[in-house]
């Protein structure tokens, strides 16, 4: 089971985290710290796969990791998963993010926290693998954009209705209304 998602840049800086288990925030902050600590530590030609941190679960628990220019992507699993298919699980995360943001960069992690996070639960949920397939992933992501697509247009409707309303001038258009004449009544 996955027990966290870590996403920090070069310096620590956390750009996403997701913890599957409750943590209070300053731990969770700590537990970033010390992750950064032991994975930015080794040098990129040695293997992805190293012990979890004292706070993290210890030996009981693994950390495996990719190093992707200004990011490192982490997640710390139990001994039930596999390390290299975490592996494969980071690599197909890392693409579906490159394909939905055209080139992924840290700053697109940052302005659109709400789709990483979105593509991030397609992937997996309280901390289980749901979806590996790319194209799988990215037909849900399309959908959901057509969604809030439609949303916005749905959103908008009131304040088009209120502006059309303006343009309608209607204190003149009662003036304009032409009334026919009635008969008058003589007793």
Sequence with gaps: ???????????????????YTHYPEDMQQQIVRETF?????RDDNVCNFLEGGTLIGGSDYKLIYRHYATLYFVFCVDSSESELGILDLIQVLVETL??????VCELDLIFHVDKVHYILSELCMGGMVL?????????????????????????GAPARAVSTIKEMNIPQKIKDIKLPDLPSLKF
């Design 131 to 155: 979806e590996t397939n790319m194209t799988e992933i990215i037909t849900r992501i399309e959908e959901q954009s057509k969604l809030e697509k439609q949303e916005a247009g749905i959103a």
């Design 98 to 103: 490159d394909k939905c943001f055209e080139n």
């Design 37 to 41: 600590h032991l994975v930015s530590k």
């Design 1 to 19: 089971m996955i027990k966290a998602i870590l996403v920090f840049n070069n310096h620590g800086k956390p750009r996403l985290t997701r913890f």
